[in-house]
Structure formats: C-alpha cells, structure tokens
C-alpha cells in the first residue's frame, strides 16, 4: 500500500456526489475508477473446501493475482494462515478468495455499499454450495469497513454467522474503542476512527471472533485531526511492512480460533 493511494479515501467523506450517479452498473463515464469491476476469482467447479479465507483489500490497492485480489498486507496475513495450518493439519484443505469490488478511493461511500452487498452475496453463496465449510474474513482500511458492512448491516443469518471462524480488521476506519473494547488491539489510543459515526456494528455473537488492529500513531483509525487525518494518515500505510507484527498476530489469531471450533 502506498502512502499517496491511501491517503485519499478517506478525504472523500464530502464527496459522495449527486446518488443518480452512483445507482446502477455497467460503466459509469463520470467515474472512470469505477468503470470496470474486478473480474471474481473463480474456484473449481464441486470443489469444496473446508476454510475459505476471504479477503478485502484497502482503497487503490490492485484487484491481481499476485495477490490473490487481496492486496499484499491481507495476502501476507492470509499466506502465514495457510502455512501454519498446512504444518498442523495437512489434511484441512484450504482456498482463499479477494473481494472483487471498486476499492475506490474517490468514491468511498458507492465502494463500501457495494463492497458489503458482494460480501454478504459470496457468503451466502459459499454457505449455500459448501454447507461444512468456515470462513475467515480479513479486511484491511476500506475493507475493515465493507467487512463490518457485509456481515452487519443488515446483520447476516445466525445460521451463516456461526460459520464465520475469525474477523479481522486491521487499520479500521469505524473503529471504536469503547465499543467492544475485547477485541480492540495494538495501540491504546482512545481516539475512535475517521469514520466512527458510520459503523456497522459487528453482530455479538461474533465478538469473540473478531480481532481489530490499530497501529500508534494511525490518524486513520485513531484519529485526531480531523479530515487532515486522512491526508497526512501517520502509520496508516505501514500495515504492509508487518510494524509490531500486526500479520503474525492476526494470522495466530485466525489459526487459534480455527483449531479451538475444531475441523469443520
């Protein structure tokens, strides 16, 4: 993640433009960022396996295959997942899909509602064609966010959310520290997210499953400057390079919730 495409999704909190603009599909010739969705990552025909781990990449990160569609602090996560469960239990079989959604940086509020209804339709999906398998969802900035979307708002089926092993959220924008204060983590900043106010709130029967990350001095996720915070966003963009070992973390959390509900 780069400082300079990071920095702008954020901003555009006044930006949600005339809605008229916003509604439909196809290519959008006003919004060129939006123009051509992600194409999905496509998983063999009758194959099931038994985790799926999903991952939505934060604002302008690219939706390639290098990544899995992740971007490279969610893949990073997700690869250090798959190698301690292939050690531990060679016989899980494992898949992992990104989220194919506009990630925008200029369009935040269309990207999110988009990003939440494609997550919310990949879960049911999923459940619904492999009725044994668990999930992992791990969202980064923008993703932390369409994460807590997709699976709040509305809240997803008790009978789906229990399929759901681990959340993780790392440099949430909504963040919350008085909200669900178990599983907030890393920096013991009080200051709530940029975006606080537009929380979807995790289900509670998903709190224990959760672990949000939020690295000192992230003016992002604790912010204390206002809509500068999203122009001069601290260590916002240092997810990537693993600062206070933010992926190991997540991926232990991941693999303990995963061997403490046993094989699906």
Known sequence: MRHSEERSP??????RGPKTQLIGSGPQP????LAEQPPALERAPNECADVTLIGVRGAAERFDSVHSGMGP????????????????????????????????SWFYWFSR??????????LSSQAYECPDQRFVLIGLSQGADVVRRGIGHPPLAEGLLTRVAAVVLLGDPTRDPTTGPSWHHGTDDPHPG?????A??????LEARTWSFCLDGDEVAANHRGFMGALRSGSHTQYEE????????????IVD?????GRP
């Open 257 to 261: 919730q995963l061997l403490g509900h």
């Open 242 to 253: 693993n600062r206070d070992k933010n992926q190991d973390r997540a991926a232990a959390f």
């Open 194 to 198: 940029l975006l606080a106010h537009f």
């Open 30 to 33: 006003s919004f060129p960022s």
């Open 200 to 205: 979807s709130a995790v289900p509670s029967s």
């Open 10 to 15: 954020l901003r555009n909190r006044l930006s």
């Open 73 to 104: 602090t969610v893949s990073g996560v997700v690869d250090r997942v798959e190698a301690e469960l292939r050690a531990r239990c060679p016989t899980w079989r494992l898949t992992r899909l990104g989220l194919p959604y506009p990630a925008s």
């Open 113 to 122: 509602r988009q990003g939440g209804r494609s997550l919310a339709h990949l």
